[in-house]
């Protein structure tokens, strides 16, 4: 079964910055596509970026420029640097792992990490 635990959320002041962590237990990390999504209150839960196995990465709009995704295949990680954070990011920040593998779907997603940003 796989696991993702995410880790890093937190209270920051506007401006500041977080890196959010995302290990994942399992034998498909390398072969899928890793993705951050949020959800605030009222709100869906929206897609902020993803990075494909062979590293292409993709953002909402509202961090362009902000945020980064990054992942490291050696430790089953994902990461989401963020900086100049806004109050408009606080939310629920969950980890998401995608896959296709030999006609079988995967997607599993984390529990979620609270990101709260201060005015």
């Known amino acids: 079964q796989v696991q993702l635990v995410e880790s890093g959320g937190g209270l920051v002041q506007a401006g500041g910055s977080l890196r959010l962590s995302c290990a994942a237990s399992?034998?498909?990390?390398?072969?899928?596509?890793m993705g951050w999504y949020r959800q605030a209150p009222g709100n869906r839960r929206d897609l902020v970026a993803s990075i494909t196995s062979g590293g292409s990465s993709n953002y909402a709009d509202s961090v362009k420029g902000r945020f980064t995704i990054s992942r490291d295949n050696a430790k089953n990680t994902v990461y989401l640097q963020m900086n100049s954070l806004k109050p408009e990011d606080t939310a629920v920040y969950y980890c998401n792992l995608n896959a296709n593998i030999l006609l079988r779907k995967y997607d599993y997603w984390g529990q979620g990490t609270q990101v709260t940003v201060s005015s």
């Open positions: 399992g034998s498909r990390f390398s072969v899928s596509t």
